[in-house]
Each structure stands twice: as C-alpha cells, then as structure tokens.
C-alpha cells in the first residue's frame, strides 16, 4: 500500500485486524515517507525497512554505464545534471536518462538536459552567489528578474542557490571537491 500514512482511522482499524491473523498466501508491503502518522498498533507489527537516498556518484556511474552499454554520445556535464536532479533516487535518473535519450535524438548533451528538463542554467546559480557575495543589490535584482522572466520557479532557483552555497562551503571546509553532489 503506497502512501499508506494517508489511510483514514477507519481503514487502519480494518487493516489491524488483517494484520492481526492475515492470510498465510499474503505480504504486505506499507510504503510510507511519514512514518510518525502511523498507528503504533500498525507499526508493531510490521518488519521495518528505512531507505535512504542513494549517493550521487553511485547514481552518476550506474547513468553513465548504461550509455555507454547502450552505445548513446553523451556529455559528462549532462551525466552530472541528471545525477543532480534525480536528489537519490536511480529510477528517477535513469527515466530522466530516458526523456534525455528521447528529446536529443538519441544522444545526451547538457544543453538538452537543461532543455528536457525544464532547468535553470547553472550559469544563472554561479552569478547569483557572486552577486551576493560582490553585496551587488542591482545586479542580484536583475538576476531575479532573469529567472522569472524566462518561467523558473523562484523557490527551486533558492533552492540551488543554497545548495550551490553549501558545496561551496563543503570545498573550503574539506578541500574535497568530490564531496559535491
């Protein structure tokens, strides 16, 4: 049952009492990323498993395997935007892959990641931190301005921009760049 945290007090009744002498021929499989809105009478009895995000390398080499298997030119720049964009999950990469693979006539380049996807330039992230850095209010404005007029939404660019900042942060602290998703 996907999503099974938005059960109502009804249904969790029922279930318990499936649960509470189920049919041997059944598993139950409760998907849930809100665990705290279950029912403890559900909870204790159930075998847990908590999935975590998969590393951005592990996703970005499994992605890259599978055009060079698959024999598809592409560019490591895109590789790295789709790792970025599935946030851990391989079966979000590999259906962005996909939607890549289709919109580039079979080939996968950034540009038309960024284009696929939908995707503020990383260009736009860099200039903003330097303009905020500079303290250049004007050229922050315009960069705003930039970002809603070509359609972005404005949370998702905050979004990256603090993410650009955090890797950033990342590099000076450790002077490891491949701790950067």
Same mark, same amino acid.
């Given at each position: !049952? %996907?999503? $099974?945290?938005?059960?109502?007090?009804? @249904?969790? +009744?029922?279930?318990? #009492?499936?649960?509470?002498?189920?049919?041997?021929?059944? $598993?139950?499989?409760?998907?849930?990323?809100? !665990?705290? #809105? &279950?029912?403890?009478t559900i909870v204790s009895r159930c075998q847990r498993f908590d999935f975590k995000r998969i590393p951005f390398k592990? !996703?970005?080499?499994?992605? /890259?395997? !599978?055009?060079?298997? =698959?024999? &598809?030119?592409? =560019?490591?720049?895109?590789?790295?935007?789709?790792?970025? =964009? @599935?946030?851990?999950?391989?079966?979000?990469? *590999?259906?962005l892959l996909e939607q890549c693979v289709a919109f580039g006539g079979g080939e996968v380049t950034e540009a038309h @990641? &960024?284009?696929?996807?939908?995707?503020? %330039?990383?260009?736009?992230?860099? %200039?903003?931190?330097? @303009?905020?850095?500079?303290?250049?209010?004007? /050229?922050?404005?315009?960069?705003?301005?930039?970002?809603?007029?070509?359609?972005? %939404?404005? #949370?998702?660019?905050?979004?990256?921009?603090?993410?650009?900042? /955090?890797?950033?942060?990342? $590099? #000076? $602290?450790? *002077?490891?760049?491949?701790?950067? +998703?």
């Amino acid at each position: !049952i %996907d999503e $099974v945290h938005m059960l109502s007090t009804a @249904a969790f +009744n029922a279930l318990l #009492k499936t649960l509470e002498e189920p049919p041997p021929h059944v $598993v139950f499989i409760f998907a849930t990323t809100e !665990i705290h #809105k &279950i029912p403890l009478t559900i909870v204790s009895r159930c075998q847990r498993f908590d999935f975590k995000r998969i590393p951005f390398k592990e !996703i970005y080499d499994r992605l /890259r395997k !599978i055009v060079t298997e =698959e024999g &598809i030119r592409f =560019e490591d720049a895109a590789l790295y935007t789709l790792s970025r =964009e @599935a946030d851990g999950s391989l079966r979000d990469a *590999q259906s962005l892959l996909e939607q890549c693979v289709a919109f580039g006539g079979g080939e996968v380049t950034e540009a038309h @990641a &960024i284009e696929a996807l939908g995707l503020m %330039d990383r260009t736009i992230v860099y %200039d903003m931190a330097e @303009a905020l850095l500079e303290k250049d209010g004007a /050229r922050c404005l315009n960069i705003v301005e930039k970002i809603h007029g070509f359609g972005y %939404d404005l #949370k998702r660019g905050c979004a990256d921009l603090l993410e650009n900042f /955090r890797d950033l942060a990342v $590099v #000076k $602290v450790t *002077q490891d760049s491949s701790t950067l +998703n």
